[in-house]
């Protein structure tokens, strides 16, 4: 009786394994990649010197995909097996701020995404406040460090002084 009942605990296991595997196999068989291609960015608001990563998932498999900034090609990136790939765009350090369209195409796959470059300006305005200059600090450290010297001996002198008056 134990033995019938590990039996159909077994077969059940087994048919929900083979259940379980079954979309994945005829998933793999549809080609692998997903039927609604994907462009993106990891991040829409960038300052000036960033490198930015473009992701672009559903693509042609092991097909060349162009990719342009602002209507300009700036690169070519090869897509994998299932056509994914990920292409670094380097954001020039001189550039103004204003947006960036980003367009991947495959020849069949035209995707486009936008990022915002923003450029942060100083606000600062007239001069720092002069507070010395570095011959006067020297001095006063040079000076400082006497005192100190000399304090010390003082003290020193006036100790052994008062432990004389205290023998005799």
Do not use: W
């Not at 990891?42 to 000036?48: G, H, L, N, S």
């Not at 690169?75 to 991947?104: E, L, N, R, W």
């Amino acid at each position: 009786m134990r033995n019938a009942r590990f039996l159909r605990m077994l077969a059940i296991t087994l048919v929900a394994v083979v259940a379980c595997l079954i979309p994945a196999s005829v998933a793999g068989a549809a080609g692998g990649y997903p039927d609604t291609p994907t462009l993106v960015i990891d991040q829409t608001v960038v300052p000036p010197c960033t490198t930015l990563m473009l992701t672009g998932t559903g693509f042609l498999p092991n097909t060349l995909v162009t990719i342009s900034a602002n209507g300009k090609v700036v690169g070519t990136v090869m897509s994998d097996a299932k056509g994914s790939f990920t292409f670094p765009y380097p954001v020039p350090c001189d550039a103004v701020a204003g947006q960036i369209i980003f367009h991947a195409t495959d020849g069949t796959n035209d995707l486009e995404v936008d990022a915002q470059v923003i450029v942060q300006t100083s606000t600062t305005t007239g001069t720092l406040p002069r507070t010395g200059s570095s011959d006067t600090t020297l001095r006063l450290v040079q000076g400082s460090v006497l005192l100190i010297t000399m304090g010390g001996l003082l003290v020193l002198a006036t100790r052994r002084r008062t432990r004389r008056d205290q023998l005799s």
